[in-house]
């Protein structure tokens, strides 16, 4: 599997599906706004950003925006150097050794291929933490994901993330390294709502479950509002 190279067709994939998607929640509710991704869906008017089923994940204002403006100009590389800036200062100012921090744009192809794994599991996670993720939506983003992969395996395994429950210890798991950890908490942030009482908790959880030192929390907060300020 890929997931490297399908996270990155992901993040830079168009928002035709979005329109179809609207359209068809709409129809069906008889409604211009729903709840859950159907909100979503009504804040892409305009084509002001893009983003395809990773759209679909995508379901908060942070997420929209550094989704569109950063990650879809990037990919994986935008948010690895993200990743590495919290890393490289947290680093500096907990006095550390000056290693390089192994983020997933610094890595070799075999490498950067588990932290894009672990990352579209923090994703698919953070997707879910606002509990709306219905088979419609699942369906719709198989869909999507059918006309970038079309490797049974990849997408058998997407279609079981979707509909285990959301574990947040079990999301965590696959933090092998702490620079793993610190992107798949990036890719996290970037994806809740932290208005939202479950999603915020969700974060907060994760960060706990992966053992993410406060201060490289703190770091990364700090590194995603720059990010989305320059975007904006």
Same mark, same amino acid.
């Given at each position: 599997?890929? !997931?490297?190279?399908?996270?990155?067709?992901?993040? /830079?994939?168009?928002?035709?599906?979005?329109?179809?998607?609207?359209?068809? &929640? +709409?129809? =069906?509710?008889? &409604?211009?706004?729903? *709840?859950?991704?159907?909100?979503?869906?009504?804040?892409?008017?305009?084509?002001?950003? $893009?983003?395809?089923?990773?759209?679909?994940?995508? @379901?908060?204002? /942070? @997420?929209?925006?550094?989704?569109? &403006?950063? #990650? $879809?100009?990037? *990919?994986?590389?935008? #948010? @690895?150097?993200? %990743?590495? /800036?919290?890393?490289?200062?947290?680093? &500096? /100012?907990? +006095?550390?050794?000056?290693?390089?921090?192994? !983020?997933?744009?610094?890595?070799?192809? %075999?490498?950067?291929?588990?932290?894009?794994?672990?990352?579209?599991?923090?994703?698919?996670?953070?997707?879910?933490?606002?509990?709306?993720?219905?088979?419609?939506?699942?369906?719709?983003?198989?869909?999507?994901?059918?006309?970038?992969?079309?490797?049974?395996? $990849?997408?058998?395994?997407?279609?079981?993330?979707? =509909?285990?429950?959301?574990?947040?210890?079990?999301? =965590? *798991?696959?933090?092998? $390294?702490?620079?793993?950890? %610190?992107?798949?908490y990036l890719a996290s942030l970037l994806v809740v709502d932290e208005q939202n009482y479950m999603e915020r908790s969700y974060l907060q959880e994760l960060a706990r479950q992966m053992r993410l030192d406060p201060a490289l929390q703190q770091e990364l907060d700090a590194?995603?509002?720059?990010?989305?300020?320059?975007? @904006?």
């Amino acid at each position: 599997m890929n !997931t490297r190279g399908l996270l990155d067709q992901l993040m /830079k994939s168009g928002d035709q599906l979005l329109g179809q998607v609207k359209n068809q &929640k +709409n129809a =069906a509710s008889g &409604k211009g706004q729903g *709840g859950g991704l159907s909100d979503l869906m009504s804040g892409f008017g305009g084509g002001a950003v $893009t983003g395809g089923a990773l759209g679909l994940l995508l @379901g908060s204002k /942070k @997420g929209r925006k550094l989704g569109g &403006k950063v #990650l $879809t100009y990037g *990919g994986l590389a935008a #948010l @690895g150097v993200v %990743a590495y /800036k919290a890393y490289s200062s947290y680093q &500096k /100012k907990q +006095n550390m050794a000056a290693a390089e921090p192994q !983020t997933i744009d610094r890595l070799p192809d %075999a490498q950067a291929e588990q932290h894009a794994l672990a990352i579209l599991r923090a994703l698919i996670g953070a997707a879910k933490s606002d509990g709306h993720i219905d088979e419609r939506e699942r369906q719709l983003i198989n869909e999507e994901m059918a006309k970038l992969d079309n490797q049974q395996d $990849t997408r058998q395994w997407l279609q079981q993330e979707l =509909a285990k429950p959301l574990d947040p210890a079990e999301v =965590a *798991g696959a933090a092998s $390294t702490p620079e793993v950890a %610190a992107e798949m908490y990036l890719a996290s942030l970037l994806v809740v709502d932290e208005q939202n009482y479950m999603e915020r908790s969700y974060l907060q959880e994760l960060a706990r479950q992966m053992r993410l030192d406060p201060a490289l929390q703190q770091e990364l907060d700090a590194q995603a509002s720059q990010a989305l300020n320059r975007a @904006g």
